[in-house]
T-cell receptor, first 114, second 111 residues
Framework: DAGVIQSPRHEVTEMGQEVTLRCKPI?????LFWYRQTMMRGLELLIY????????DSGMPEDRFSAKMPNASFSTLKIQPSEPRDSAVYFC????????????FGPGTRLTVT | QKEVEQNSGPLSVPEGAIASLNCTYS??????FFWYRQYSGKSPELIMS????GDKEDGRFTAQLNKASQYVSLLIRDSQPSDSATYLC???????????FGTGTKLQVIP
């Protein structure tokens, strides 16, 4: 079975540009999580969805960040406008409710904002 | 106080030794506990889950949970250089599927 799929794997963009990260969760999983990882702050939860509904977006750093999950098999994380401090690795993870919260991570998107 | 605390390391052990990784958490209501392994430049990989007090063994890995002391640990027997990675402790803090991650302990297994 395919795991969590993320695209792109690497993104280099200039400050002020819009960035869209994409995620396809494991088929059948009904919870999806967006994380950001940096050396300084470790792994931070940005937002998570349950059955396509955003449950907790308290980790979203500011209004420049937005996330959507239009259906059970696709989610996007958008940054507009991007800033150099947004440079990080962004992970998407999914889990199946009722299986004791085990989350499975995608390969991540390494974002560099110059 | 951080919700999930780990020593950042690095923890260095010789090949063949037992590596002991520790984690404490603050929420007494936590129910589910996880260990993830993350190789440099890769994503976190779930290696152990534990839900009740005591030990859980899977191959060379043993997870230990003590809810009274709010303490969870991971033992790696017969450590191999391929075990060199950062190990993340994660705890379900209540509410749907959300878990909180520690900052991780870097393990170095010396050949």
């Amino acid at each position: 079975d395919a795991g969590v799929i993320q695209s792109p794997r690497h993104e280099v963009t200039e400050m002020g540009q819009e960035v869209t990260l994409r995620c396809k969760p494991i088929s059948g999983h009904n919870s999806l999580f967006w994380y950001r990882q940096t050396m300084m702050r470790g792994l931070e939860l940005l937002i998570y969805f349950n059955n396509n509904v955003p449950i907790d977006d308290s980790g979203m750093p500011e209004d420049r960040f937005s996330a959507k999950m239009p259906n059970a098999s696709f989610s996007t994380l958008k940054i507009q406008p991007s800033e150099p401090r947004d440079s990080a690795v962004y992970f998407c993870a999914s889990s199946l409710q009722g299986i004791d919260y085990e989350q499975y991570f995608g390969p991540g998107t390494r974002l560099t904002v110059t | 106080q951080k919700e999930v605390e780990q020593n950042s390391g690095p923890l260095s052990v010789p090949e063949g030794a037992i590596a002991s990784l520790n984690c404490t958490y603050s929420d007494r209501g936590s129910q589910s506990f996880f260990w993830y392994r993350q190789y440099s430049g890769k994503s976190p990989e779930l290696i152990m889950s534990i839900y009740s007090n005591g030990d859980k063994e899977d191959g060379r890995f043993t997870a230990q949970l003590n809810k009274a002391s709010q303490y969870v640990s991971l033992l790696i027997r017969d450590s191999q250089p391929s075990d060199s990675a950062t190990y993340l402790c994660a705890v379900n803090s209540g509410g749907y599927q959300k878990v909180t991650f520690g900052t991780g302990t870097k393990l170095q297994v010396i050949p």
